[in-house]
């Protein structure tokens, strides 16, 4: 079989694919603010959790057979949960990424960063996707050698990294994502890069607004297409995974994202999905042929409250 035009080798994505479950981890100023995209202005005091178990968070996705986490290491907030030599606007005293990082290893997961492109903090003159629309904004350049300096903090301080998530890459427009992809390469040739695509369509893939991406995304939807022909009418099947971009193939996996509640970030009104629905969701996910990478948020302990572990540990079952 072709190995096709692609970044990565078939068999570095199939391993990727793999792995099926991980779970998401957003936390930061918005878990403390009760907003799930800030306007940037609060104070880093705000961030202020009584301890970060990450030792937990690994462990009890361990038992739950997850095989990768993935954590919002800066948000639309723009608060770093590293200690980053280019803002003040980070954690002090700490570093979230490295206890996470270390804790996946001594659990045998796999560990995955999720950076923002949307920052109402770090602005560099950018009009943001908050004030104009995701769609509409485009980052300065000063702002684009903010992020990628900040992208080689992470890449290169943390080891080996499962997959780096960028989101809203809109408004990186093609040349920042490219530049985001050679980066990437060029620190972690083996790692897949994902650009989020959102919620743009279960059976496309976003080349306008999400290309170059490793891995396409599915927010809060499944991967679906229709077979047609003698005896199958309109059976909904799994991608086929092969795109065609600019004339030539590329073998694109995918990833739903979807939550373990109905919020991104820990919020009080949150409701947690039954054990049996999340169930279904991971095994619709893996039958279409993708990861599911589940959300299930710290509180502002810092801990994994103990509703969501219980719904989060039934899945070992699976």
């Given at each position: 079989?072709?190995?096709?035009?692609?970044?990565?080798?078939?068999?570095?994505?199939?391993?990727?694919?793999?792995?099926?479950?991980?779970?998401?981890?957003?936390?930061?100023?918005?878990?403390?603010?009760?907003?799930?995209?800030?306007?940037?202005?609060?104070?880093?005091?705000?961030?202020?959790?009584?301890?970060?178990?990450t030792d937990r968070w690994a462990r009890i996705a361990r038992d739950a057979g997850v095989r990768y986490v993935v954590l919002t290491a800066k948000h639309v907030a723009g608060h770093c949960l590293w200690p980053s030599r280019l803002t003040d606007y980070r954690v002090e005293g700490g570093d979230v990424v490295a206890d996470l990082a270390d804790s996946c290893a001594r659990h045998g997961l796999?560990?995955?960063?999720?950076?923002?492109?949307?920052?109402?903090?770090?602005?560099?003159?950018?009009?943001?996707?908050?004030?104009?629309?995701?769609?509409?904004?485009?980052?300065?350049?000063?702002?684009?050698?903010?992020?990628?300096?900040?992208?080689?903090?992470?890449?290169?301080?943390?080891?080996?990294?499962?997959?780096?998530?960028?989101?809203?890459?809109?408004?990186?427009?093609?040349?920042?994502?490219?530049?985001?992809?050679?980066?990437?390469?060029?620190?972690?040739?083996?790692?897949?890069?994902?650009?989020?695509?959102?919620?743009?369509?279960?059976?496309?893939?976003?080349?306008?607004?999400?290309?170059?991406?490793?891995?396409?995304?599915?927010?809060?939807?499944?991967?679906?297409?229709?077979?047609?022909?003698?005896?199958?009418?309109?059976?909904?099947?799994?991608?086929?995974?092969?795109?065609?971009?600019?004339?030539?193939?590329?073998?694109?996996?995918?990833?739903?994202?979807?939550?373990?509640?109905?919020?991104?970030?820990?919020?009080?009104?949150?409701?947690?999905?039954?054990?049996?629905?999340?169930?279904?969701?991971?095994?619709?996910?893996?039958?279409?042929?993708?990861?599911?990478?589940?959300?299930?948020?710290?509180?502002?302990?810092?801990?994994?409250?103990?509703?969501?572990?219980?719904?989060?540990?039934?899945?070992?079952?699976?």
């Amino acid at each position: 079989m072709s190995q096709g035009a692609q970044r990565l080798p078939l068999d570095v994505l199939r391993r990727w694919e793999e792995a099926r479950f991980g779970m998401f981890v957003h936390f930061g100023m918005s878990t403390f603010l009760g907003e799930e995209c800030p306007d940037g202005s609060a104070p880093r005091e705000n961030y202020a959790p009584d301890t970060v178990d990450t030792d937990r968070w690994a462990r009890i996705a361990r038992d739950a057979g997850v095989r990768y986490v993935v954590l919002t290491a800066k948000h639309v907030a723009g608060h770093c949960l590293w200690p980053s030599r280019l803002t003040d606007y980070r954690v002090e005293g700490g570093d979230v990424v490295a206890d996470l990082a270390d804790s996946c290893a001594r659990h045998g997961l796999g560990m995955g960063l999720y950076y923002c492109s949307w920052d109402n903090h770090h602005r560099f003159g950018t009009v943001t996707a908050g004030e104009v629309g995701i769609f509409a904004s485009r980052v300065t350049p000063a702002y684009l050698d903010f992020q990628l300096a900040q992208l080689d903090e992470l890449l290169t301080g943390y080891g080996p990294l499962f997959e780096l998530w960028i989101d809203i890459p809109q408004v990186l427009g093609p040349e920042g994502r490219r530049a985001v992809c050679d980066l990437a390469a060029s620190r972690q040739p083996s790692m897949p890069v994902v650009m989020n695509q959102g919620c743009r369509g279960s059976s496309t893939l976003d080349l306008e607004h999400a290309w170059p991406t490793d891995v396409s995304t599915r927010e809060r939807q499944y991967p679906e297409c229709q077979r047609w022909g003698q005896g199958v009418s309109g059976t909904t099947i799994g991608h086929e995974r092969w795109y065609e971009v600019e004339g030539e193939r590329h073998y694109v996996p995918t990833e739903v994202c979807d939550c373990i509640g109905y919020h991104w970030f820990h919020d009080e009104r949150d409701r947690v999905r039954a054990s049996a629905e999340v169930a279904a969701m991971r095994t619709l996910a893996n039958a279409r042929g993708a990861n599911l990478l589940l959300n299930v948020p710290p509180d502002r302990t810092g801990r994994i409250p103990e509703a969501l572990c219980a719904t989060l540990l039934a899945q070992a079952a699976l």
